[in-house]
């Protein structure tokens, strides 16, 4: 699913050569995975941990609405199809309790009124399943990068 490292020998996805001085996790970027599917929530992980985030992970919606309460997250990345409160749902209270906190929701159900559902619970941008580590850092590093310019 995810494919972490450049055919190119010696580089990352990047595309810029590896160095030896150590990576440092960006402090102030705190990224809230909500995925019940191990093999994935552990590729956002590294995928996102790779990008140099700090990601904190929640099994079901109603966890992620308690860290919500618990922490600030800079993020929340969401899976649609969880135990308990779905992703739409996590969504649209998430953004009742946290209106600035942007929501990426991505799924793998073949549902054509999903992405309209979940953009009008509030999500930020929505992504369909399967998908790249380019594009799943891109798609973030675009959404934070837009939520700074927003006052």
């Known amino acids: 699913m995810f494919s972490h490292r450049s055919k190119r020998k010696g580089l990352p996805v990047s595309g810029r050569p590896a160095t030896n001085t150590p990576r440092t996790v ?19 992980e590294h995928v996102l941990t790779h990008a140099q985030y700090k990601v ?14 618990q922490r600030f997250f800079d993020l929340v990345l969401t899976d649609v199809k969880l135990p308990g409160i779905d ?8 953004k009742m ?19 309209s559902r979940a953009m009008a619970a509030g999500a930020t ?21 837009q939520r700074k310019q927003v006052p």
């Open 26 to 44: 960006r402090p102030f970027v705190q990224i809230l995975v909500v995925e019940d599917d191990i093999p994935v929530r552990n590729a956002f």
């Open 56 to 69: 904190i992970s929640a099994k079901t919606g109603e966890e992620a609405l308690k860290l919500l309460q």
């Open 87 to 94: 992703g739409v749902e996590l969504t649209r209270q998430a």
């Open 97 to 115: 309790g946290f209106p600035r906190t942007p929501v990426l929701i991505v799924s793998g159900v073949p549902d054509p009124d999903l992405e």
């Open 125 to 145: 941008f929505f992504l369909r399943k399967p998908l790249g580590a380019q594009e799943l850092q891109g798609t973030v590093a675009a959404i934070l990068e």
